[in-house]
């Protein structure tokens, strides 16, 4: 009885961390009240969190399960969490990754 539930299990630990949730309103509000990134709006704010956070959902499974738990730790210390951010962290561990012997790993 005890055997089936091991393969389960595995199946089930070798699937990736879900993508975490971020409440990026507040970041984009500083943002734009604060005119911190070029005078952007708080509607392109959002647009450009949204479009990030779909570009994360699509490679999700893809990224090491080390960068992604790197990566969605980082965007939740010191301020409002951003997936922009995180996109961008992602995105250096790809390159990172792809390019062992490159500048980025000085």
């Known amino acids: 009885m005890f055997v089936p539930i091991v393969p389960v299990v595995a199946a089930y630990s070798s699937q990736p961390a879900a993508m975490p949730r971020l409440n990026v309103e507040p970041s984009c509000r500083a943002a734009s009240d604060f005119k911190l990134s070029d005078s952007q709006s708080f509607t392109e704010c959002m647009r450009d969190e949204a479009e990030a956070k779909g570009e994360i959902a699509k490679s999700w499974s893809n990224y090491s399960a080390a960068a992604r738990a790197r990566c969605g730790g980082e965007v939740l210390i010191g301020g409002p969490p951003s997936y922009v951010e995180m ?14 012997r490159s500048v980025l790993k000085r």
């Open 87 to 100: 996109y961008e962290c992602l995105d250096i561990d790809r390159l990172r990754a792809s390019h062992p």
